[in-house]
């Protein structure tokens, strides 16, 4: 899932050659009003956590990442809750720098693999991995981690498929994450804990930035 430089005028710093390597925490952002992406992803940034996943849940989803695309150029904002090929158009066009799918289909990774950026196929069972193995991808979310199987499940996919290396997202508190990043095969996790409603609501982006800048020690 190697990073693709933006074109922006502002430079941007040298980056991992994965998305999953840029923090041990990549957030999962669901907006309802696109005013509030970019503050949100400037404390993100400044708590180490430059990957953000906005998810297409919103109406106000796309205008969130073209905002933080445009603005805040340390972010790495990425597409999440990717479910077919419109999806991949428009995350696209308004400047998502990689795309994350809950699951996938043949129609739906074709589009991701054509997109030109980074993607993160969402699996859950050992015969998606294989069959995206099978077709050259090795870079995969798992997910609903917790009630898929979680760190027990994923650990015993190490030694069978030491090539696939996994995002875990669904589930996942301060409290597990850590045995999650233990996990040979686990390269980050997906998270919303540093995002509390309460902090979102009262626009709190110190906290934000503070829980943000908990999760970065967390490897």
Not at 4 to 18: H, Q
Not at 29 to 42: E, G, I, Q, S, Y
Not at 127 to 136: F, I, K, N, P
Not at 160 to 178: D, E, V
Request: a negative charge; aromatic letters at 4%; hydrophobic letters at 50%.
């Amino acid at each position: 899932m190697a990073i693709v430089t933006s074109a922006a005028a502002t430079p941007e710093p040298p980056a991992p050659t994965s998305v999953l390597d840029l923090a041990p925490v990549i957030p999962v952002v669901v907006l309802d009003d696109a005013a509030d992406a970019v503050p949100l992803a400037r404390a993100l940034v400044a708590g180490g956590l430059p990957a953000i996943e906005v998810t297409l849940r919103t109406e106000a989803a796309l205008d969130a990442i073209r905002a933080i695309a445009a603005e805040v150029p340390e972010a790495v904002v990425g597409a999440g809750t990717v479910l077919n090929p419109a999806h991949v158009d428009a995350a696209v066009a308004a400047g998502a720098r990689f795309l994350v799918s809950p699951g996938w289909t043949p129609r739906l990774l074709a589009s991701m693999k054509s997109s030109g950026v980074p993607f993160l196929p969402g699996v859950s069972t050992t015969s998606e991995v294989v069959t995206l193995l099978d077709q050259d991808v090795t870079e995969m979310k798992f997910f609903p981690a917790e009630a898929a199987g979680g760190t027990p499940y994923l650990k015993s996919l190490a030694s069978p498929l030491p090539q696939a290396r996994f995002c875990p997202t669904g589930g996942i508190t301060l409290t597990s994450a850590p045995a999650y990043l233990a996990l040979p095969n686990v390269a980050c996790v997906g998270g919303t804990w540093m995002l509390p409603s309460e902090a979102l609501r009262a626009k709190d982006w110190t906290r934000v930035e503070n829980l943000a800048r908990e999760a970065k020690t967390l490897r």
